[in-house]
């Protein structure tokens, strides 16, 4: 800018001097070149300040554009972030319904317990109602479980009376004698019971929820162990029919379950 600025100033002297007489004055030259001066000078410093302030425009346009680029990538990170957030709440609603259901499962269960508990309420309140109306015994032979002919006819008799009852139940007891090892024996008198059990179910048509089975092994004996004869009665399975029929006990059964 200075370069220029001699340039101009040149130039007008030079055509001062071409276009006067030759009797200039300093004075005048000064007079006129000065507001010149002047003039060139106050340019000069406009110009540096437009450059100033493009610079400082430079500046805040690049800041504008970082802050831009920041914005745009907390942006991205806000978006990710809501994604998560969308599938943690998809994963929540998918286990709260998922919660629901066994909520629902579990009531359902405990209304079947309820009304099974009732029921077996009903049928413990009534016990002492339930009477001895047949009984015998199976014997087996010696370290047997297997039921012979005489005791399936004996069965077939005790099912014939079971038939027409409403209100019975079956118990069965299995026994053993006293020769060898007691746990050998409570094994042996279980699987006598389940073969009693077994027939009647399969034979009779007995429903199993009806008939309740035990194991006793050789303890309750009926008959001296130290005889052959002793020991052929233990080896046996009793079987009692219980019944509450109001024809077969005589007990005013429904009347007293009503009034409890």
């Known amino acids: 800018m200075t370069v220029v600025r001699l340039s101009a100033i040149a130039g007008l002297a030079a055509a001062l001097a071409f276009t006067s007489t030759g009797c200039a004055t300093k004075k005048y030259l000064r007079n006129t070149i000065s507001p010149l001066e002047s003039r060139i000078g106050q340019l000069e410093n406009t110009s540096k300040e437009t450059e100033k302030s493009v610079n400082n425009l430079e500046q805040n346009l690049s800041r504008t554009d970082e802050r831009a680029r920041g914005a745009e990538s907390r942006a991205s990170q806000a978006a990710e972030a809501a994604q998560a957030a969308d599938a943690r709440a998809m994963k929540s609603g998918e286990a709260a319904e998922a919660a629901n259901r066994t909520a629902v499962s579990a009531s359902q269960a405990t209304e ?20 001895v ?128």
């Open 133 to 260: 109306i047949s009984e015998g015994n199976v014997l087996f032979p010696f370290n047997k479980s297997e039921l012979d002919d005489e005791a399936k006819q004996s069965l077939d008799a005790m099912a014939a009376k079971v038939q027409p009852l409403k209100r019975f139940v079956i118990e069965i007891q299995g026994f053993t004698d006293q020769v060898g090892a007691p746990d050998y024996n409570l094994s042996l008198s279980q699987q006598r019971a389940s073969a009693v059990q077994r027939y009647l179910i399969m034979q009779h048509k007995v429903p199993l929820h009806r008939i309740t089975i035990l194991g006793v092994g050789e303890d309750a004996p009926v008959a001296d162990n130290k005889t052959r004869d002793g020991r052929k009665q233990n080896r046996r399975v009793e079987v009692r029919v219980y019944s509450a029929d109001e024809a077969l006990t005589g007990k005013k059964v429904e009347a007293r379950l009503n009034t409890q």
């Open 112 to 131: 079947q317990v309820g009304k099974r508990a009732s029921e077996l309420d009903n049928r413990l309140r009534a016990i002492d109602d339930y009477a």
